[in-house]
């Protein structure tokens, strides 16, 4: 045999080794499909009226930091039908396993949007609405004393907010409405934030109609996916009590904290760790 082939088999030789070790290599680093390092589940957030995905900035920034997949869409406020429709459409977009987040009015939402979808393991409320079918927003905000959003039960609209009449290019009509400046740092924060930072919250907040506020519930979600709930003590908008009424009814695991309405805002670590345990919990 010539030098030149001996040498031109030992290279291809030295090759294939090469190639194989690395093959082995790979193979070995991969993870096994049977150990305990599963995908981490989808983190799906829904912000409440008056409110924005952006309030939730401190809470998604730690959850991906320990490396969860987060996405927050908007919620239109427009009516409970069409915000949970559109919800359940999005979350069929979203593969692998969720955790839905729900936080004030959005807690009704993914009660609505979550119902019969499997991949959802998890839902969690933050100072949320849990309906029953039947019940509104409204119905459960008026069940229990102690909401500062009115100071006279009686008045046609709560005295906390302000009411913007509008008309759709459809010739359809409704009632947007807005927290009051002056009460929002009171309702959302529990005055826990400053003055500047809670009027630029007020500013940017998104109006929610009236008529989210009064539809009714569908077939709730609850029943059939495990729940977690943060109940506020220091709630001004959603009295405490209908928080652990709701929770207690749906048989979650509740965590009682002393924070606010808007909770993911002034005590992120809070939710992120309750959203962390849900997630835990049903991996």
Do not use: C
């Not at 009814?249 to 670590?269: E, K, M, S, Y």
């Amino acid at each position: 045999m010539s030098k030149p082939r001996s040498l031109r088999i030992a290279v291809l030789g030295a090759i294939s080794l090469a190639l194989a070790a690395g093959a082995t290599t790979l193979a070995s680093a991969a993870p096994s499909s049977h150990g305990s390092s599963a995908p981490k589940p989808t983190i799906v957030i829904v912000n409440g009226a008056w409110s924005e995905p952006g309030s939730f900035d401190g809470v998604i920034r730690k959850l991906q930091n320990d490396g969860y997949p987060v996405a927050a869409p908007p919620t239109a406020l427009r009516s409970l039908a069409d915000d949970s429709a559109y919800l359940s459409s999005y979350l069929k977009t979203v593969k692998g396993p969720i955790i839905l987040v729900g936080q004030s009015y959005g807690g009704s939402v993914i009660t609505d949007a979550a119902t019969g979808n499997n991949d959802v393991k998890a839902l969690v409320y933050v100072s949320a609405f849990a309906p029953d079918e039947g019940e509104s927003t409204q119905d459960l905000t008026a069940k229990f004393p102690g909401t500062h959003i009115t100071d006279d039960p009686d008045a046609p609209l709560p005295t906390a907010l302000s009411a913007v009449p509008f008309t759709s290019t459809d010739g359809t009509s409704g009632i947007d409405l807005y927290a009051k400046p002056d009460h929002y740092r009171d309702l959302f924060l529990s005055n826990r934030l400053g003055k500047k930072e809670s009027a630029a919250l007020a500013a940017e907040q998104h109006p929610i109609t009236l008529q989210a506020l009064q539809d009714h519930s569908s077939a709730p979600a609850w029943k059939t996916i495990p729940s977690w709930f943060l109940v506020s003590d220091d709630d001004h908008l959603l009295p405490a009590a209908a928080e652990r009424f709701m929770a207690t009814r749906a048989h979650g695991h509740i965590t009682v904290a002393n924070t606010p309405h808007a909770a993911q805002l002034t005590d992120p670590g809070i939710v992120t760790g309750l959203i962390e345990q849900a997630a835990h919990a049903t991996r």
